[in-house]
């Protein structure tokens, strides 16, 4: 076996071992609600297990657009669920969710399914007449 695929191997096993269980689940919306919605309140529960960390932060990613948006900051892991508002996220169907260190939100603990966010989808053309009057 040649040196970088053993090398690739081990760094492989390692990432693997070092991961934690944390499992989040999809949010679910706010009562007397059947879907989530822009600026409406959701629940977000995860499942834990031994050696996960202690305190985690919940963002919300649009894996089309990249962009990211705070649901919960600094939440214990004991606590199970925390619930929060869907501030500014737009309508759309590309949002999951991750559990990240609250010091440093590259590290990430666990990813959620996929779910849709109903509201107005932002275009173009909307952000751009948005930037025109404001400036």
């Given amino acids: 076996m040649q040196s970088s695929v053993k090398l690739s191997l081990v760094f492989l096993l390692a990432s693997l071992l ?8 999809v949010p679910t919306p706010e009562p007397g609600s059947k879907h989530l919605k822009t600026n409406g309140t959701a629940l977000v529960s995860w499942t834990v297990e031994k050696g996960d960390p ?16 705070e649901f919960s900051r600094n939440v214990s892991t004991a606590h199970g669920c925390v619930s929060g508002k869907l501030d500014g996220v737009p309508g759309g169907k590309t949002f999951f969710l991750q559990a990240v260190s609250p010091s440093n939100v590259t590290k990430v603990f666990a ?25």
């Fill in 54 to 69: 202690e305190f985690v932060s919940i963002e919300i990613q649009n894996n089309v657009t990249l962009d990211s948006f």
């Fill in 18 to 25: 070092s991961a934690t269980a944390l499992k989040l689940h």
């Fill in 111 to 135: 990813t959620s399914h996929k779910f849709t966010v109903a509201g107005k989808v932002p275009s173009i053309t909307t952000a751009a007449k948005e930037q025109a009057t404001a400036a």
